[in-house]
């Protein structure tokens, strides 16, 4: 079913483009007066900006800079920094001593913030005006997890639809479903935002088989390991179950890159939460309200265990006893005596055995609300820029008398291990 | 206090009028020659000043004190007539009016009783078709919706488009009735033209505000369009060739007096030249290989109204219109020796409506009107792919099919009573069965194998359906409604309307007051005041600037709830010697729950759910509508200004728009002004021209670019900046339509007229969109950002030849 889907789904976004060709044929077609015109609007003047986003256990580096007229934009590049601007800055009410710092373009505080600090800045410029702003860093929320295999028969089969999956080109058959809870603990009794990434790794240790000496691996990511086998850490695919698509709010899962210009809604189950399969780091933004849900405090993630055999690089085994060269996920061996003559090919689980470690390495970042509304508005933004028929988005600023964002982080880690040996 | 002393003026009034004994007067008010019924016209006793207006099926009733009448009706275009006679008891009185053409007489327009200065009703417009005929059109194609444009408190949308937008309500927000029924996608040719074919139409009337009981569904307007019934006694028609398209419009007796019909049909024709010239290139050329091809795009339209009398009390009408967009392309291989393949797209969307009512006196005091509608509109998108291989002896075909669209199936009561001289009441309920069908796609892959020396016959056929399930949902309403006369001086049109909507197993239920009143100060001066609440269940997800086939009519749901909208107008009305109208209108409407979509939302992507991208807020609109109105002579016509404003706030927790900051909507246009007028040189020569200008439509344009802070590597990017949403003005819009025509009279029965219309006569560059274009300068290594404006109707002359017969 799920492969039908794909199926359809290529063919009906393609089929959804037709109406857009036709339009911009239909626009083409009747679009046959085009003239510049002056701007006569508002807003002509550039625009004092302040950027600061601080972390707790960290410091204060403040970014000024000015804005610039969208007609006078000369490239994607602007870069307007101010060093000559008059920044005073305050923890607690105490004035800090600020320097510029020639390679980062910013002004620096060299004390340490922690959660609960009041900051204040002021910036004067002689040509964009003044803007002031002021923030409370806010006090982290803290992360646990407990987690689960299942095998796959006994797995939500709503949510997992098959045991074989089909991501864009690959194929992988799902062995089992590693369930980890993250449960996060909010002292505070008040409404909290948060940015939560998730990198699901799966690293696997290429060992050599018998009769075989691993001689190259040129894959990009790949590491050393101290016993001197080669590491490479590959995305790991999970999906969502729906208390936590519920409680991480649909509209604010960050899947920019998940969107490509086909992906036009045609009502084909796309918004099923349970089918939000992804892959790889990605980044959540919530707010404590949405946790009061169905799922409480916790949220749930189901990392599909592959079956491995699909996932490799570009790595090379010499056979010296049978004087070959194999190489490649799907190997193809070759004789390096006999002008690289093909022996043998097949997959390379079959001579070669490997062990898998699966982690899990979460970051539950707390935000002050402001930079939480601002972080949404710009991924909105965004996800909207390559689309001339997006509703326009605002992104929200906190500078008064200018724009740009003072927003401030409270960072908590977490890392979560599962093992597995296949032979 | 004030309540008591209304309901003691009513009663007061009521026993007034029964201690005098009295008789009532009914009938239809017709056309002399054709049986026509006609609606709205206005019958008057000059005796006791009491009067009344027919209803939608010409219908009149009128209870008079017993003793001598004079009862003098009137009529848009039509001789007035006046019939005394001693009024002794119940009597049933036909009213048949000569038009004035056959008189040779000036040309009377609007006018009308309950409208007028006269009326209680309040923010109402009734458009003759005549006037509407009349009015220059761009590419020659008069339109009704286009027409209604030109009216104060209704603006169109983009430049083209025939979307109405009343008093800053949106084009969803408009209840757009054919004879009763519910039509929903208006557009054809993506919003250039509407649906109604000016040929097919008998009258059309619009209410902006202060909407009598018995509409309800829609919270801006109420356009109801009525067909034509059909000529009783004669056959006769008119044909015309456009440049767009061309017509037809016959009409005349199945059995004479007995039963008529009407029939319209157009159809656009650019297809089929189109294809007549690929089929010759295909045929003379051989170098060029079309395969076959056929592509084009036509729309077409079909209105029939068949009318039967069985008597003076009964009559049945049955109507019905479809019509359909279509775009397509088809194209087969040119036959080969072992493989054919042959595609097919199709695009197809349109409207069916049809309504079969039965009109009955049950006496001369009470007339009833029952009927049975249904109305849908469907969407359908599809492609194949047929294959042979003749090789291999393999068949395939390959089939994907989208569809989506909304079906109702009503049945309705309504009765009007007149039970004294001073009430008409008005009272009935409907129910309406929704099914709606969102998106629908359905793919079939069939294969064929016939035995081979390297296959065994093998057969494969399989059909996948994916999609949102449909949705059912049940509206109903009642409502009651008194037009009350309270003394010489003021009469109340006061009215109840109770509506239900069920969906899901979920159910609204909204009671809605109406009212509207007028104080008749001096015989051709008043002063009217209206209140209205209005409830909407039904919603169109629609992009704002064009009109989609995909546009999507979808039912409120648990999340996103019924629209609602309280408005008041107050107004003055003045009549000069019956030749001059002039109307002074302002209102104030509050609208809740308003749709809007979210920011960064795009309506053709995204595999969200639809109640994700869009936002709930509220909204308010004011204004102030001036109408001069000439409606006799040579030249005639209507000067009209609007000054508007329209406001919306979004700041519901997770709906945020413009940082829960109130914002002007899109079509938020502060002036606007409509100058229509006609002349008749001759009977063989006359001249309409139209001037609009209007404030430019709002727009959100990133005005500052800026840095983000840096993320993890220190990478920062750039941003646009607008200080709020719609922030900035396109250019004003104006332009000039001329339209002339010559008549010439053939034979008595035959007439055929040239017409030559010139659209943008002045060739203003009218903003259709503008855009930020950026230009790379290579001698100087430097990017030159420009402002772009994009002009869609430039000058467009177009010629149009007709003949009525």
């Known amino acids: ?423 | 206090m004030r309540k008591w002393t209304i309901v003691v003026m009513i009663t007061l009034s009521v026993l007034s009028a029964s201690a005098q004994k009295t008789f009532t007067v009914s009938g239809y008010v017709t056309d002399a020659v054709s049986d026509e019924t006609l609606i709205s016209a206005t019958v008057l006793d000059l005796k006791s000043g009491l009067g009344t207006v027919t209803n939608a099926y010409g219908f009149y009733s009128l209870s008079l004190p017993e003793g001598d009448v004079e009862l003098m009706t009137r009529y848009v275009g039509y001789a007035g007539r006046t019939d005394a006679f001693r009024l002794t008891g119940d009597t049933l009185l036909a009213l048949p009016m000569k038009a004035l053409a056959e008189l040779d007489e000036v040309e009377i327009i609007g006018n009308r009783l309950d409208l007028g200065v006269e009326g209680s009703q309040m923010s109402a417009i009734d458009i003759p078709v005549e006037q509407i005929k009349a009015v220059p059109a761009m590419f020659g194609e008069t339109d009704v919706l286009k027409a209604l444009q030109l009216l104060p408190g209704v603006q169109n949308g983009t430049e083209g488009s025939a979307g109405i937008y009343v008093r800053g309500g949106a084009p969803d927000e408009n209840l757009l009735l054919l004879d009763g029924v519910p039509v929903y996608n208006v557009n054809h040719m993506f919003g250039l033209f509407s649906v109604f074919n000016p040929d097919a139409i008998k009258n059309v009337t619009l209410y902006k505000g202060s909407f009598p009981a018995h509409y309800c569904g829609r919270l801006s307007s109420v356009v109801d369009i009525r067909m034509k019934d059909g000529d009783m006694y004669k056959w006769h028609g008119n044909a015309a060739l456009g440049f767009v398209s061309s017509k037809f419009n016959i009409e005349g007796p199945i059995i004479k007096g007995k039963t008529s019909v009407n029939i319209s049909a157009r159809r656009t024709y650019s297809d089929l030249l189109l294809n007549t010239a690929l089929w010759g290139a295909d045929v003379l050329d051989k170098e060029i290989e079309l395969n076959g091809m056929m592509v084009g795009y036509y729309f077409d339209d079909l209105n029939v109204k068949l009318n039967h009398k069985f008597s003076d009390r009964d009559r049945l009408y049955v109507s019905w219109y479809s019509g359909d967009d279509d775009i397509y392309f088809r194209m087969k291989e040119k036959e080969q020796r072992y493989y054919t393949q042959q595609t097919k797209f199709n695009w197809k969307w349109g409207n069916m409506v049809g309504a079969a009512r039965w009109n009955h006196v049950i006496n001369s005091q009470l007339f009833m009107d029952i009927s049975a509608n249904y109305t849908q509109y469907r969407h359908h998108m599809g492609i194949s792919i047929d294959e042979q291989d003749k090789e291999r002896k393999l068949m395939q075909h390959m089939e994907l099919n989208l569809k989506s669209g909304i079906f109702d199936e009503t049945a309705r009561a309504d009765f009007h009573w007149n039970p004294t001289p001073l009430h008409e009441v008005r009272f009935g309920s409907f129910y309406t069965h929704h099914l709606f069908r969102p998106d629908v796609a359905s793919i079939t892959f069939r294969a064929k194998q016939e035995k081979t020396a390297d296959e065994e016959a093998a057969e494969e056929n399989q059909t996948v359906r994916t999609g949102q399930a449909e949705i059912e949902a049940h509206e109903a309403q009642v409502y009651i409604e008194d037009n009350m006369t309270l003394g010489s001086v003021v009469k109340v049109n006061a009215g109840f309307s109770g509506s239900f909507f069920n969906v899901g197993g979920r159910s609204y239920f909204s009671p809605e007051p109406r009212v509207s009143g007028r104080a008749l100060l001096a015989d051709n001066f008043s002063l009217k005041a209206g209140y209205a609440y209005m409830s909407q269940y039904v919603h169109l997800l629609s992009n704002n600037s064009l009109s989609l086939p995909t546009d999507l009519w979808v039912p409120v749901t648990e999340r996103i709830l019924p629209e609602k909208s309280h408005q008041v107008a107050l107004g003055a009305f003045y009549n000069i010697d019956n030749v001059c109208d002039l109307s002074l209108e302002g209102y104030y409407k509050l609208s809740n729950n308003l749709l809007e979509y979210r920011e960064g939302v795009s309506f053709m992507t995204g595999s969200t759910d639809w109640q994700e991208k869009v936002a709930m807020g509220r909204g308010w609109s004011y204004g102030v509508e001036l109408m001069a109105q000439r409606s006799i002579g040579r030249l005639n016509g209507w000067v009209a200004y609007t000054w508007s404003r329209t406001r919306r706030l979004f700041d519901r927790e997770g709906m945020v728009l413009n940082n829960g900051k109130p914002f002007n909507a899109k079509y938020d246009r502060r002036h606007e002004v409509d100058i229509t007028g006609n002349y008749k040189f001759s009977e063989k020569f006359d001249m309409s021209a139209t001037w609009v200008y209007a404030t430019g439509n709002c727009g959100t344009v990133y005005t500052q670019y800026f840095l983000t802070p840096g993320n993890e590597f220190g990478w920062q990017n750039t941003v646009g900046y607008a200080s709020e949403r719609n922030n900035f003005r396109l250019n004003p819009y104006h332009r000039l339509d001329v339209s002339l025509s010559w008549h010439q009279q053939f034979t008595d029965r035959v007439q055929g007229t040239f017409n030559i219309s010139v659209y943008n006569a002045y060739n203003n560059m009218n903003p259709f969109l503008i855009y930020t274009d950026d230009e790379y300068n290579s001698s100087t290594d430097t990017w030159h950002t420009t402002l772009k404006q994009v002009t869609l109707f430039p000058i467009i002359p177009t010629i149009s030849y007709g003949l009525k017969f």
């Open chain 1, 1 to 423: 079913m799920k492969k039908e889907r794909n199926h359809i789904s290529h063919i009906t976004r393609l089929l959804a483009l037709l109406p857009a060709g036709m339009l911009c044929l239909s626009a083409a077609l009747l679009t046959s007066c085009e003239k510049e015109i002056e701007y006569n609007g508002p807003d002509e003047k550039p625009l004092l900006v302040v950027n600061i986003v601080a972390e707790a256990g960290g410091t204060v580096a403040v970014d000024v800079s000015h804005s610039v007229f969208f007609l006078d934009v000369s490239d994607n590049s602007i870069n307007k920094k101010l060093s000559d601007a008059k920044v005073t800055l305050s923890v607690n009410g105490e004035a800090a001593s600020l320097t510029y710092d020639k390679e980062t373009l910013t002004y620096n505080d060299s004390r340490t913030l922690r959660e609960g600090d009041e900051v204040a800045v002021k910036v004067t410029h002689a040509s964009y005006g003044e803007a002031t702003a002021q923030m409370t860093v806010p006090h982290g929320a803290t992360l646990h997890a407990h987690s689960k295999s299942v095998p796959f028969e006994s797995y939500r089969q709503d949510s997992v639809d098959s045991q074989n999956q089909y991501y864009g080109l690959y194929a992988c058959r799902v062995d089992s479903v590693w369930k980890v809870n993250f449960v996060i603990d909010n002292a505070q009794k008040k409404t909290q935002f948060y940015r939560l990434t998730i990198s699901p790794m799966y690293t696997f240790r290429l060992t050599e088989g018998p009769g075989m000496s691993l001689i190259n691996y040129d894959y990009g990511d790949a590491q050393e390991n101290e016993d001197g086998t080669l590491s490479i850490d590959a995305l790991s695919y999970y999906s969502i179950p729906a208390t936590t698509s519920y409680a991480l709010g649909m509209d604010d899962m960050d899947f920019d890159f998940d969107l490509d210009f086909l992906d036009i809604d045609l009502g084909l189950g796309g918004d099923d939460p349970d089918a939000s399969y992804t892959a790889g780091p990605k980044t959540f933004l919530f707010s404590s309200d949405n946790l009061d849900g169905e799922s409480g405090n916790t949220l749930s993630f189901d990392i599909l265990m592959q079956t491995p055999g699909w996932q490799g690089g570009n790595y090379y085994y010499y056979h010296p006893d049978e004087h070959y060269i194999t190489n490649g996920w799907y190997y193809y061996a070759y004789n390096p005596d006999e002008d690289h003559e093909l022996v043998d090919y097949g997959n390379p689980w079959d001579i070669i055995g490997r062990t898998i470690n699966y982690r899990i390495d979460v970051t539950l970042e707390t935000l002050t609300s402001e930079y939480y509304y601002y972080l949404k508005s710009v991924d909105k933004y965004d996800g909207a820029s390559w689309s001339p028929f997006s509703e326009p988005v605002q992104i929200t600023c906190n500078i008064n008398g200018g724009i740009g964002i003072m927003g401030a982080t409270s960072t908590h880690t977490l890392s979560v291990q599962r093992e597995s040996t296949f032979p």
